[in-house]
């Protein structure tokens, strides 16, 4: 469905735009560099979205929470003087931006303008989250002018979290966490850890979650929540580990404390003890694509160890045009890095199709024919060589990972 212009006179000027999805947010918050001169009042404030195809949304004011505009909500967000002046440092909260939800964006454009004539100076935003996602700006927006703030991608981080074996320690609740990072601060995010084995006396207990990627981790958040009765409402955590998944780099926060989940208790916030590192390894990995078939698509592989560790899901490369791996009978050697889990027992794999057509038309074949794939953990140098577990020989693109069967040679 679309909008259509025009009227129903011969003649008349008619065209179909396509639907455009407009969203709301209520808890869009500014916040501003430590080392920024203070946002005056009488400045107002527009924010757009913008996508690397150079698309953009529509230009929606930043009114502050609770004031939804006395000018009709068509004049900006003005910081006057009930509101205040935010200064460096503080965040601000803006309700009821409205804006076209474009696809794909990856930034959003912050403009400035002053009531009445003249210069307001400059300002420098730290950060702007909305929606779920996080923008960072590292340039100062002058008033009046326009500034950037990048989107921070999303990434995988593995929270681990230590119990102490005190007596009585354990919860059935769960925990909350926000994480702070030299390039922002996620939202608060449930853990999920409700199963039954989870924040018991003397366990770990692991939860992925994806959240905005805020680089190099400085403090974390913990909160006890949802803990269904009085008896097991508080919680003794020694240390929590946050692994980020794409590079390894693991932080540890030391903890020795006890989360209550009463009413009136305060989030705990943890500091980073020092670097953070790398606990990653190195395995090579060589791919004997079959004589007669080529794949033009991607391969990812997990590897599990004789414990039954494994690492997630690891990109080997990609065939035809998106890399030049995996033509008719060649040997392609990559090296890719995940968690250590020792001797390779098992191997696991998952194919992705391009989403472009292939030159010419038509469709991707949507299997790849593997002669076998050898594995080498390069801490210690064990290896194991896999072959397609099928009587076709074959990974299909419409399985989700797919175990490779040991093979002696």
């Not at 400035?112 to 929606?131: D, R």
């Not at 990072?181 to 366990?203: I, K, N, P, V």
Request: aromatic share 6%.
């Amino acid at each position: 469905s679309g909008v259509v212009l025009g009227g129903g006179g011969g003649g008349a000027l008619s065209a179909t735009l396509p639907a455009v999805r407009m969203r709301t947010h209520d808890g869009a918050a500014l916040s501003l560099s430590s080392d920024s001169e203070p946002l005056a009042k009488g400045v107002r404030l527009f924010l757009s979205y913008t996508a690397p195809d150079g698309s953009r949304s529509n230009e929606a004011p930043l009114l502050p929470a609770g004031d939804r505009g006395g000018d009709g909500g068509g004049g900006g967000g003005s910081v006057d003087p009930a509101f205040g002046v935010l200064r460096a440092g503080e965040a601000r909260v803006f309700a009821g931006v409205r804006l076209a939800d474009i696809a794909a964006h990856d930034a959003v454009v912050l403009r400035a303008e002053k009531a009445g004539s003249g210069s307001g100076g400059g300002f420098l935003p730290a950060s702007l989250k909305m929606g779920g996602e996080v923008f960072v700006f590292d340039r100062s927006c002058s008033v009046p002018g326009i500034c950037r703030g990048e989107l921070l991608k999303a990434v995988l981080y593995n929270l681990s979290v230590e119990v102490s074996d005190a007596a009585g320690n354990g919860t059935d609740g769960d925990l909350t966490v926000v994480l702070e990072g030299e390039r922002g601060t996620t939202d608060e995010e449930r853990m999920w850890l409700t199963g039954d084995e989870d924040l018991q006396a003397g366990s770990t207990s692991v939860a992925e979650l994806s959240l905005p990627d805020v680089g190099r981790l400085k403090a974390l958040t913990l909160k006890l929540t949802e803990a269904s009765d009085k008896v097991h409402s508080q919680l003794h955590v020694t240390a929590v580990k946050a692994l980020h998944v794409p590079s390894g780099m693991e932080t540890t926060f030391p903890a020795d404390v006890w989360l209550r989940a009463d009413a009136d208790a305060s989030p705990t916030r943890l500091a980073a003890a020092g670097r953070p590192v790398d606990t990653y390894v190195e395995y090579v990995v060589v791919v004997h694509t079959a004589r007669g078939n080529k794949f033009e698509g991607e391969l990812e592989l997990k590897v599990e160890g004789d414990d039954g560790a494994s690492t997630h899901g690891m990109r080997v490369g990609a065939g035809g045009a998106l890399g030049g791996l995996f033509r008719a009978g060649a040997v392609d050697t990559a090296y890719v890095r995940g968690p250590d889990v020792g001797a390779p027992t098992k191997l696991y794999a998952n194919i992705n199709t391009p989403r472009s057509a292939p030159p010419g038309g038509g469709e991707h074949t949507p299997t790849f024919a593997v002669s076998r794939v050898e594995v080498t953990n390069t801490r210690g140098g064990a290896s194991a060589v896999f072959v397609p577990d099928n009587e076709a020989r074959e990974l299909s693109a419409w399985d989700w990972w797919t175990e490779m069967a040991a093979s002696d040679g």
